[in-house]
């Protein structure tokens, strides 16, 4: 029960890799609020995490529902011991065709969602007992370059230097500020996707490893940079890619 009495917000966390982490801090003893802007998704998973789990609905992009989001749990528990900026939105396209919409939409949840959220919640952090922990989902295309999902790509690599900037700025204040760049994870979609060989293919030759990342292992992440075991890491991004990153060359794919 590493976690056992922490108070938790997790965004994004009523599917993929959000649920999962949501799933592990509970085991943990942690309560834990599953936010989402789809609030039928966040009660279903709620639900099935347990009562622990508390459903909210938050579209992270607009400051006044952040707030909200902070000030229900600190009404609930007086106390924010780790937000996880998981909540993120994808558009595709041509670089020179993207819209300024999409371009918006994306920086407005991955990016300004998590700058939003993580000043409502630390604000509470910095003056309670003990200080927090923040979680930033960054990826391994806040490095590299995927030319059909520029936004995505952008607001990634903006989220990194969040992370710094934060975890430098709240160092002396008790609060940790740190990030997660998964590589290819074997979510819902990303599942879909692996049923075509060639795509498979493609996936699985970018990664030394030779196969797709768990949501629970990235779940298992985020419960280190949680608890007190890595109490001396902040603004640091830690990427879990089977080895990607390090890449310059394509893997031989192992037969299905």
Request: proline share 3%; hydrophobic share 45%; with cysteine.
């Amino acid at each position: 029960m590493r976690l056992k009495d922490k108070v938790a917000i997790v965004t994004g966390a009523a599917q993929g890799i959000g649920y999962s982490i949501a799933q592990r801090y509970l085991a943990q003893g942690a309560i834990v609020y599953v936010a989402d802007i789809d609030g039928a998704a966040a009660t279903s998973a709620a639900e099935k995490l347990g009562s622990s789990a508390i459903p909210v609905i938050c579209d992270v992009s607009k400051k006044s529902e952040c707030v909200a989001l902070v000030e229900k749990v600190m009404n609930d528990q007086a106390r924010v011991d780790i937000l996880v900026n998981n909540a993120g939105i994808l558009r595709t396209g041509d670089v020179l065709e993207i819209s300024e919409e999409d371009f918006d939409a994306v920086l407005g949840v991955n990016l300004k969602g998590a700058f939003l959220l993580s000043q409502a919640a630390g604000k509470v952090m910095v003056n309670q007992e003990g200080g927090g922990s923040i979680i930033n989902m960054s990826s391994v295309n806040s490095l590299l370059t995927i030319p059909n999902i520029l936004p995505y790509n952008v607001s990634k690599g903006g989220l990194n230097q969040l992370t710094r900037v934060m975890a430098v700025s709240l160092a002396q204040r008790g609060v940790r500020v740190n990030a997660i760049g998964p590589g290819s994870i074997a979510t819902d979609m990303l599942n879909q996707v692996m049923e075509d060989e060639a795509a498979r293919h493609a996936i699985l030759s970018r990664t030394p490893m030779g196969r797709t990342g768990k949501p629970e292992e990235i779940a298992d992440v985020a419960l280190f940079l949680a608890t007190d075991e890595s109490s001396y890491i902040t603004g640091q991004v830690i990427y879990a890619d089977g080895g990607r990153l390090g890449l310059n060359y394509t893997s031989p794919v192992p037969e299905a």
